[in-house]
């Protein structure tokens, strides 16, 4: 569901215009920040604690990472994002390759 969700939301439409008025107001670029990253980030986090791994905001950044990919940039340029079957297919394969490679098989219920 945190993968499915967080490439939902970061190539939603309102996501995709809030970044792009972003680049240009550092205003409004803290405050995604402030209310984006820096909110939900924690919350993740703790929940990656809880699976018992040692270093949970680099275990977050990588389920980011295999989540998101590129998937942002290129809609942010332009390119249609993926849709809600795509999003599901990307979630699942970022979880199982999450978990293969942190290890958790036996802690993370499958999606």
């Known amino acids: 569901g945190i993968a499915r969700n967080l490439l939902g939301l970061l190539t939603g439409e309102v996501s995709l215009a809030l970044n792009r008025a972003a680049m240009s107001s550092p205003a409004l670029a803290a405050e995604l ?11 993740v986090e ?29 809609a942010l340029l332009g390119e249609a994002p993926p849709d809600a079957a795509e999003k599901d297919v990307r979630a699942r394969r970022a ?5 293969a490679l942190t290890g958790l098989r036996s802690a993370v219920p499958r999606l």
């Open 46 to 74: 703790g929940y990656l604690a809880r699976l018992g791994l040692d270093d949970p905001d680099d275990a977050f950044r990588l389920l980011y990472g295999l989540t998101v990919q590129d998937a942002q940039i290129r």
């Open 33 to 43: 920040l402030a209310h984006g990253r820096h909110t939900t980030g924690p919350i």
């Open 95 to 99: 979880v199982d390759r999450f978990v």
